[in-house]
């Protein structure tokens, strides 16, 4: 069994006077592309902020490649992709990336190499404004991937993404975990679950399951995830 690269305990966030994260306690095993899926308004966001140490915690612990979430010494080590780009339109893919690796402090030689990572070689001179979604998203991952992050968190990377582009984003995470990096990835399209090594199901602030993708069809006896999903919600609510 892979070492855990994320280990969280006990985590609870109020937000609003509302608990968001009821106890949530959960592993993510190291080198794996590990799924954090569940329905809008989950906790998916509130777990991944918590994790990379941006998000008030009301109580429990969370452990990130042995440190606590947020701790200087993960600075270098963790790379966070939010749901909105954070590449800036009116610049090329490379002068986002040329400009990222001097704030980050990213040896120079990092540009090309994220670029190549990311599969956008050929559009490296381009405006952002003039990309795609798909390749706009993989310009974000590009800037995100330029410190060689152990551990990298990608919040609804795929979000409004068509088939094609999903399924080519999902490979570049693939590609990127052989590397040795541990990926966690939310998203709320019940179809992606498949792309991952191991999930988490996440409803209403709990963690509803954990496990690979086959284990959780043996463990409801359904032929797809997302009856797979409902079947664990008509169990937690019958508690059983």
């Known amino acids: 069994m892979q070492p855990a690269a994320i280990e969280i305990h006990g985590l609870r966030v109020v937000r609003g006077g509302r608990e968001v994260l009821r106890g949530v306690s959960l592993e993510v095993?190291?080198?794996?592309?590990?799924?954090?899926?569940?329905?809008?308004?989950?906790?998916?966001?509130?777990?991944?902020?918590?994790?990379?140490?941006?998000?008030?915690?009301?109580?429990?612990?969370?452990?990130?490649?042995?440190?606590?979430?947020?701790?200087?010494?993960?600075?270098?080590?963790?790379?966070?992709?939010?749901?909105?780009?954070?590449?800036?339109?009116?610049?090329?893919?490379?002068?986002?990336?040329?400009?990222?690796?001097?704030?980050?402090?990213?040896?120079?030689?990092?540009?090309?190499?994220?670029?190549?990572?990311?599969?956008?070689?050929?559009?490296?001179?381009?405006?952002?404004?003039?990309?795609?979604?798909?390749?706009?998203?993989?310009a974000s991952l590009a800037v995100a991937l330029l410190n060689e992050p152990e551990v990298l968190v990608l919040d609804e990377p795929t979000v409004g993404l068509d088939p094609v582009l999903r399924r080519d984003l999902w490979a570049t995470f693939h590609t990127i975990a052989e590397g040795g990096a541990t990926l966690l990835v939310s998203s709320h399209v019940m179809d992606e679950a498949d792309r991952c090594d191991e999930l988490v199901l996440l409803r209403e602030g709990e963690v509803l399951a954990t496990g690979t993708p086959t284990a959780l069809r043996l463990q409801t006896g359904a032929e797809d995830l997302d009856q797979a999903f409902l079947d664990l919600i008509d169990r937690a609510e019958a508690g059983t």
């Open 29 to 138: 095993s190291a080198g794996t592309v590990t799924g954090l899926l569940g329905p809008s308004g989950s906790g998916k966001t509130t777990l991944i902020r918590a994790i990379v140490g941006v998000q008030r915690v009301a109580g429990g612990e969370i452990s990130v490649l042995g440190a606590p979430a947020g701790s200087r010494a993960l600075r270098d080590r963790v790379a966070y992709m939010t749901q909105a780009p954070s590449v800036y339109a009116d610049l090329t893919v490379r002068e986002n990336l040329r400009y990222f690796a001097r704030v980050l402090g990213a040896a120079p030689e990092r540009v090309d190499a994220a670029i190549e990572t990311v599969a956008l070689g050929g559009h490296a001179g381009q405006t952002v404004v003039s990309l795609s979604g798909g390749e706009r998203a993989r």
